[in-house]
């Protein structure tokens, strides 16, 4: 792929690009029921994390 083709996919991909999700309607929306929602929290590091390194990352912040 040549540097312009690969730049004209960049375009047409950035141009073209539809969010999965509808945007927030912040006036309604509470910013408490959003806060910490793309945080890595303890459930997300428990699930993908390796055990050892979830326990001794646990025992760290403990």
């Known amino acids: 792929m040549s540097s312009n083709t690969a730049r004209h996919s960049a375009i047409q991909a950035i141009t073209t690009y539809k969010p999965h ?3 927030l309607n912040f006036a309604d929306t509470r ?3 959003i806060f910490g929602c793309n945080v890595f929290n303890d459930r997300i590091m428990r699930e993908r994390l390796p055990k050892a390194v979830y326990k001794s990352l646990h025992k760290t912040i403990a």
Do not use: H, L, R, S
């Open 21 to 23: 999700v509808a945007p």
């Open 31 to 33: 910013p408490t029921d």
